[in-house]
T-cell receptor, first 117, second 114 residues
Framework: EAGVTQFPSHSVIEKGQTVTLRCDPI?????LYWYRRVMGKEIKFLLH????????ESGMPNNRFLAERTGGTYSTLKVQPAELEDSGVYFC???????????????FGPGTRLTVT | QKEVEQNSGPLSVPEGAIASLNCTYS??????FFWYRQYSGKSPELIMS????GDKEDGRFTAQLNKASQYVSLLIRDSQPSDSATYLC??????????????FGQGTILTVHP
């Protein structure tokens, strides 16, 4: 069974440019999550999709970040315009169908390292 | 106070010893607890999950949970050099719209020396 995949693995862009990150979850996983780790800090939650719906986007830092999951399969995270503080590693994770009373284990992808110069 | 705190490392143990990793959390409503292992430059890899008070064993790994003390730990028996990695404690709440959100600790670096 294929794991969570992310593309690209690395991205270097200039401040003000746009970048789109892609995540393909494990097949059959309705839940998809985005996290971010900036240098020297712990991994932080960004948002949670259940199928194509945003269940929780409380961790999104500002409106420069836009996440989508059309069709409930892969997801994209767009940063527009990128700022220096957006640099970090963006992880995607997925988990099996579950609910508030039965949280499932989350499996992480390899991450996209974003560098904004 | 951080929501999830791990014992500060780095932790160094000899091969064959028991490595003990600790984690405390601040929210009493937390219901699910996870340990991830992360090698340098790689993704977090889930190694243990625990939901109920007590011990849960899986091979050389034992997770221990004490909700009254808001404490979760991971023991690694017969430590091997390949266990050298950063260990991340993650906690999530049940209920509400944020039921899927994992809150991570800062990680503890473990080094197992031959």
């Amino acid at each position: 069974e294929a794991g969570v995949t992310q593309f690209p693995s690395h991205s270097v862009i200039e401040k003000g440019q746009t970048v789109t990150l892609r995540c393909d979850p494990i097949s059959g996983h309705d839940n998809l999550y985005w996290y971010r780790r900036v240098m020297g800090k712990e991994i932080k939650f960004l948002l949670h999709f259940v199928k194509e719906s945003k269940q929780d986007e409380s961790g999104m830092p500002n409106n420069r970040f836009l996440a989508e999951r059309t069709g409930g399969t892969y997801s994209t995270l767009k940063v527009q315009p990128a700022e220096l503080e957006d640099s970090g590693v963006y992880f995607c994770a997925s988990s099996q169908p579950g609910g508030w009373d039965s949280p499932y284990e989350q499996y992480f992808g390899p991450g996209t390292r974003l560098t904004v110069t | 106070q951080k929501e999830v705190e791990q014992n500060s490392g780095p932790l160094s143990v000899p091969e064959g010893a028991i490595a003990s990793l600790n984690c405390t959390y601040s929210d009493r409503g937390s219901q699910s607890f996870f340990w991830y292992r992360q090698y340098s430059g790689k993704s977090p890899e889930l190694i243990m999950s625990i939901y109920s008070n007590g011990d849960k064993e899986d091979g050389r790994f034992t997770a221990q949970l004490n909700k009254a003390s808001q404490y979760v730990s991971l023991l690694i028996r017969d430590s091997q050099p390949s266990d050298s990695a950063t260990y991340l404690c993650a906690v999530n709440l049940a209920g509400g719209t944020s039921y899927g959100k994992l809150t991570f600790g800062q990680g503890t670096i473990l080094t197992v020396h031959p």
